[in-house]
């Protein structure tokens, strides 16, 4: 088979990329010590993997890859295999695949957990009862497949990107022409790392004001300013490629982005009653069992987390030196509902485990409420009380106090929680209800429009401000952005849905990046051909 032959060297990759993917994941189906062995040491198996993956490869295409190493340094040969087309469309085939298996499985998790289990991971296991519809046998619900993961196929696609500019993009001869070619680029990307970075520490200011509008149009104006500069130090460099040079890094630019918002952006809501603050937004995918110490009053909120990770260990006793007591999960359910209890509770049983017995529906993909029945023990080893927590009950705000050797907590289920500290401060700012309005169209239910005007309280900053949040206009202060989403079924309190992102400048940059950059290739190439033609 010709090495050299992108048409068939690509198709034969594929089709044995592919066949390793379903293969390696219907053996993990059937095998429970290899898909252990793949969890507990996924370098070591992705590795062997990889090996056996080469060996079939290396045996076809052998005898041409040797005699393309004979014609040109090994390097060379790398370089433009890596920087072909060829290489970009088989990327993109994946990538195809990857969205139309994600959008499918999406019938079955809620957007975010798609998008955490089919793009944000390096391979992703695709379940095949997602393509069954109806009833299907247990065996269909036992086997999955593998495919490449959002994270590999974006790092396959930012090497070929780069490895294209390298091989194929040569500077500009003129001499001349290069040094201040070169000065304009380093001003260009010197505004951009300074947009970036005034997007992420500019909302020092508390800030909720109107047209929102201008402000996407000042911000798509920041990066016309930086695309134009680009392009013209990019010009003095490339000549005519300037424009696939600019469009290739607003790829790259789009795809860092992703990966920023992936590793570092947060998002969670804040629930608020008029008259009350609050200093602190819970992260709804996120979930916690905490314990409030209320031991000494004079003292400030002292709270101590336990992950849920740490939950799913059911049967063994865990502890905590920061904790007079150990504790051990009985049961846990990812999804679950809460109902009044119809037989006796356990032994030593304290609380809400009283009243109420746990229903697992883990059949339910919409259901996200987690619970877990709880033991616990003093460090002697007596069991004193066994308790019940869920989400659910979170929501309803009862509270569960736990009592041992003279301390006493309040402990709940509840989302992670975010404390809202601004830039170099050691206390929290907070956030207080002042009034919600809820407006509805004359004679109907409606909604006109909804608001809160809410004071914003940072004492390290010496801020005390009155802002008003609606539907268009969210308040923005210390990198976090508040918007107006929902508010309590009474009417008295609200719902204020927090975003934390500090790449959220990058997007718009890029998209004038490619759209310059396009504009300008195509109207090169437009150009040049009319010229031709007369």
Request: aromatic residues 14%; glycine residues 6%; proline residues 4%.
């Amino acid at each position: 088979m010709s090495f050299k032959s992108n048409k068939y060297t690509f198709t034969v990759l594929f089709c044995l990329t592919l066949f390793y993917f379903i293969a390696i994941g219907l053996l993990e189906s059937v095998s429970d010590s290899l898909l252990l062995f793949h969890v507990n040491r996924p370098v070591l198996s992705s590795l062997l993997w990889l090996i056996t993956w080469l060996i079939p490869v290396g045996l076809i295409f052998r005898k041409s890859a040797t005699s393309a190493f004979k014609e040109k340094p090994w390097n060379r040969v790398l370089l433009e295999k890596l920087s072909s087309m060829g290489l970009a469309v088989y990327l993109m085939t994946f990538v195809t695949i990857l969205v139309f298996v994600g959008t499918i499985g999406q019938s079955e998790m809620d957007v975010w957990e798609a998008v955490g289990t089919y793009f944000r991971c390096t391979v992703t296991r695709v379940p095949l009862s997602i393509f069954v519809i109806g009833e299907h046998s247990e065996l269909i619900d036992s086997l999955h497949i593998l495919l490449p993961g959002g994270y590999l196929l974006g790092a396959g696609l930012l090497i070929n990107l780069i490895a294209a500019h390298a091989f194929s993009f040569k500077f500009n001869p003129e001499r001349f022409a290069r040094i201040p070619g070169i000065l304009i680029t380093l001003v260009g990307l010197a505004i951009l790392v300074m947009a970036i970075w005034f997007g992420i520490v500019q909302e020092e200011i508390p800030s909720a004001y109107v047209d929102s509008y201008k402000r996407v149009l000042i911000r798509l104006s920041i990066g016309v300013s930086i695309s134009v500069t680009l392009l013209i130090g990019c010009w003095l460099l490339f000549k005519k490629n300037a424009g696939l040079v600019i469009l290739h890094f607003g790829i790259i630019l789009l795809l860092m982005s992703e990966l920023i918002t992936a590793l570092y952006a947060k998002e969670g809501s804040m629930r608020i009653k008029e008259n009350s603050a609050t200093a602190y937004f819970d992260i709804n995918r996120e979930f916690e069992l905490a314990f409030t110490d209320l031991t000494d009053s004079y003292q400030k909120e002292k709270s101590f987390v336990i992950p849920i990770e740490l939950l799913r260990n059911t049967g063994e006793w865990q502890s905590s030196e920061l904790l007079p007591f150990d504790f051990k999960v009985n049961r846990f359910l990812e999804r679950s509902s809460i109902f009044p209890r119809r037989v006796r509770p356990p032994q030593r049983s304290l609380g809400l485990i009283q009243q109420y017995d746990l229903k697992d529906e883990s059949t339910d993909p919409t259901n996200k409420i987690p619970a877990a029945e709880i033991t616990f023990r003093d460090k002697s080893g007596n069991e004193f009380a066994t308790m019940l927590f869920s989400l659910e009950l979170y929501y309803r705000n009862y509270k569960q106090r736990l009592a041992v050797d003279h301390y006493y907590f309040d402990v709940m289920l509840r989302p992670k929680r975010e404390y809202l500290y601004s830039s170099k401060s050691e206390e929290p700012f907070s956030i207080k209800l002042l009034d919600f309005r809820f407006d509805k169209y004359v004679g109907t239910n409606e909604a006109k429009n909804f608001s809160s005007l809410v004071k914003l309280v940072d004492p390290s900053k010496g801020i005390d401000r009155k802002i008003l949040i609606s539907m268009n206009n969210p308040l923005r202060y210390s990198g976090r952005t508040f918007y107006q989403s929902s508010f309590f079924q009474d009417e008295t309190g609200t719902v204020l849905t927090v975003v934390e992102n500090p790449g959220w400048m990058i997007p718009y940059i890029c998209c004038m990046m490619v759209g310059i950059g396009m504009l300008y290739h195509f109207g090169n190439s437009v150009t040049n051909f009319a010229r031709a033609r007369k």
